[in-house]
């Protein structure tokens, strides 16, 4: 049997998604929870990992077991075996279901917040000068579109094509506190935090018009150097096809 689970985590516990041998992450921790319940090590599929810090609020991933204890008790077995993690639903799934190939869009959301108080660190980016929302909303429509965003990603990552698309760039501004949404069909490695990075060196004079534009006109791996810190971030929604 396949089945499908929707959940959301707390980044600041975790270092990423994927497993790492020293250090907790979002995967380790819900596959040592499921090897408890069902008694038999239990693989999890995600359909896109999320960095160090980073925090979700609709990731999904897919498991397969025969296990009978894979039944209603499960969601709450785990939400109380788990800590920074909630499991949202499980669902059963048919066999050929393929987590990747059924995502439609994604939309993750940078927090950043005006201010000298780093204790909003956790959930915020925090910048000391006030933004001028006007000058990044027209910046972020050099962004939108079918493009290559090799500039935003790093050299060492090996991908087919660089070339995405970005559907949607929001910015909204809530008393100190400014939201970017980024809403496309997939993203690279560290491809949003690279964006609202440049965004945000652009919007305090560290990038000019010419250089932003460059970062799309004349593609490069490893080309943006303003890579925006994880904790603000969030993978906000994720829609199924």
């Known amino acids: 049997m396949k089945y499908l689970v929707n959940l959301k985590y707390d980044g600041k516990f975790f270092y990423g998604w994927g497993i790492q041998p020293t250090v907790k992450t979002v995967q380790g921790e819900v596959e040592n929870s499921l090897k408890t319940i ?10 896109g990992r999320t960095d160090r810090y980073v925090h979700a609020k609709d990731q999904y991933f897919t498991f397969e077991s025969n ?20 499991i949202i639903k499980i669902t059963k799934v048919d066999p050929n279901f393929i987590l990747s190939d059924s995502i439609q869009q994604k939309t993750y959301l940078y927090k950043v917040k ?19 929302h006007k000058k990044m909303k027209k910046a972020s429509k050099w962004l939108i579109g ?15 094509t660089t070339i995405r698309t970005v559907n949607n760039i929001k910015i909204r501004h809530f008393g100190k506190t400014t939201h970017i949404s980024f809403t496309g069909e997939g ?6 935090r690279n964006l609202a990075g440049a965004l945000l060196a652009h919007n305090r004079g560290n990038l000019t018009d010419i250089e932003l534009k460059e970062l799309i006109s004349l593609p490069e791996k490893g080309k943006c150097h303003w890579k925006a810190p994880g904790s603000g971030l969030y993978l906000q929604s994720t829609q199924l096809k």
């Open 38 to 47: 069902l008694g038999k090590k239990t693989r999890i599929v995600v359909g």
């Open 67 to 86: 296990s009978k204890k894979v039944d209603s008790k499960l969601k709450k077995a785990l939400n109380n075996n788990l800590t920074g993690i909630k």
């Open 114 to 132: 005006v201010g000298q108080n780093t204790s909003f660190n956790d959930y915020h980016h925090t910048v000391v000068k006030k933004l001028d």
């Open 146 to 160: 079918t493009l290559d965003f090799a500039s935003f990603t790093i050299k060492k990552e090996n991908y087919g």
């Open 187 to 192: 993203f690279m490695r560290f491809q949003v």
